[in-house]
């Protein structure tokens, strides 16, 4: 079954650390990808998407992302996270569905200390 | 102000009681989801509709129906056969159905049943 994994469950960092979030999908077609942020008490939003050309893409925030197609992984990463950053992190694929069905992994708690 | 809107915010029932939760675009989008977050698993597809007067079922849509008679309405039902509503139900809408199309998502109603 098509599936989208993001391994860390909840990752606790500093704030000026660098982040790096996993997230790799079940599906050998063409894909697109997207990471999404739910800060607390606030709607999801998007923060960057994936369709074609660059493997490496910008979002907003500082925010990035890397598509390895070799390795099923589209990993987000920030050089340098803020308090402002504590939030849940969602990886969503769509993987050749009809309708723009999209599969989200787990979800990622980030907590940042000041 | 444009977006999506869903009602109320928190919702408690009573055990085998049918409920109804409300979600208004005023983006013009043709299609909409329904999304039930549930900690640790991410999201997961209810109903989708492509367009109006039409919808499809998602990966969890057991004990739960939808109707789309308006473009921007799409209330989702949960009914007494799902067999644990208790979860935070997120709505999204896009401008169509393109798998490039960004979702965008309401607040979210939080179901409790009692």
């Known amino acids: 079954a098509q599936s989208v994994s993001q391994h860390n469950h909840h990752v606790i960092l500093s704030e000026a650390a660098s982040l790096e979030l996993g997230c790799n999908y079940s599906?050998?077609?063409?894909?697109?990808l997207f990471w999404y942020v739910q800060y607390p008490g606030q709607h999801l939003q998007l923060l960057l998407k994936?369709?074609?050309?660059?493997?490496l893409v910008k979002g907003i925030k500082g925010f990035e992302a890397e598509f390895i197609k070799s390795k099923f992984s589209f990993n987000l990463r920030k050089p340098s996270v803020q308090w402002s950053d504590t939030a849940e992190y969602f990886c969503?694929?769509?993987?050749?569905?009809?309708?723009?069905?999209?599969?989200f992994g787990g979800g990622t708690r980030l907590m940042v200390k000041p | 102000d444009g977006g999506i809107t869903q009602s109320p915010k928190y919702l408690f029932r009573k055990e085998g009681q049918n409920v109804t939760l409300s979600c208004e675009q005023n983006?013009?989008?043709?299609?909409m989801y329904w999304y039930r977050q549930d900690p640790g698993q991410g999201l997961r597809l209810i109903y989708y509709?492509?367009?109006?007067?039409?919808?499809q079922k998602g990966d969890i849509a057991e004990g739960y129906s939808v109707s789309r008679e308006k473009k921007e309405s799409f209330p989702l039902t949960v009914t007494s056969a799902q067999k644990n509503p208790t979860a935070f139900y997120l709505c999204?809408?896009?401008?169509?159905?393109?798998?490039?199309?960004?979702?965008?998502f309401g607040p979210g109603t939080r179901l409790t049943v009692l």
């Open positions: 599906y050998g077609g063409t894909v697109n």
């Open positions: 509709s492509q367009i109006v007067n039409d919808f």
């Open positions: 994936y369709f074609s050309g660059d493997p």
């Open positions: 983006l013009n989008h043709d299609a």
């Open positions: 969503a694929v769509n993987m050749g569905n009809a309708g723009n069905m999209l599969t």
């Open positions: 999204a809408s896009s401008m169509s159905d393109r798998d490039t199309d960004t979702q965008y």
